[in-house]
């Protein structure tokens, strides 16, 4: 199958076709996504977490996340990328914002670039969407406004903030987004949205009506349990398996089981000899 794009993510929501998108960060990780038949992969600025292990998205920069998703990229031949811009990427001018844009699209070869976008970024992503850069909107939970929002909570359950989320997600549909990912919102707003929306939704915890899903991979794969969102489901626990399998080579490393004779190079006895007598015996 050739690479999703654009056309496609939309063409599977016209056909009531759920899509499906995880995050990834290296290049092992998102080979096995691609393989596995993902539609989408996220490269989210919750790498700084979830990855280089600070508490938040907010030290995520921008060199951090070219790095991240020019890995991801490479491993992609049918997953379409997308670029988290990472907090101070886009908050200042429409100029920077839209050079940030361009380094994922000319340094790191993604498909298109991710926004936390409010209103005050509306503008903003425009002037993207204008450079000819597929993008992808974000509305409800914004993590990189964890410190406005006095943590990571969900959003839409009072008028105000429901308010919020369905004028945001007008907005950016206007601003020529493709898709938009609905964070920690209630299914029946995201429910609603979705209906009066004529292109894709996401949902990370956003309920099971919009047009596809997304989850953090290690969240999925139990390699990251410092914090663990109620949306978030685990289907394996990989950092169990691995904690076990470092134990099991310590043990036999210690016990001299590992390594056999099987894991280790071999020379001629010809070959040794000659080496003891140009340098000595032992």
Sequence with gaps: ?????VTTIQAMRDNNETITM??????PTAKKVNDAGIDMILVGDSCAMVVHGHPNTLTATMDMMVLHCA???RACDRTMVIADMPFGSFQYS?????KNAARFVTEAKVDGVKFEATHNHIAKTKAVVEMGIACVGHVGLHPQAVGALGGLKAQGRDIDSARKVVSEALALQDA?????IFEAVPAKLSDYVTRKLDIPTISIGGGPQCSGQLLVTPDVLGLYDTFTPSFAKQYVNVGQLMTDTFSQYAQEVKAGVFPGKEHSYGMSDDVLESIVQEFGEV
């Design 94 to 98: 429409i100029e920077d914002t839209m």
């Design 176 to 180: 020529g987004v493709f898709a938009i």
């Design 22 to 27: 995880l995050t990834a960060y290296d290049y």
């Design 1 to 5: 199958m050739s690479k999703h794009t």
């Design 71 to 73: 890995a991801v990229a």
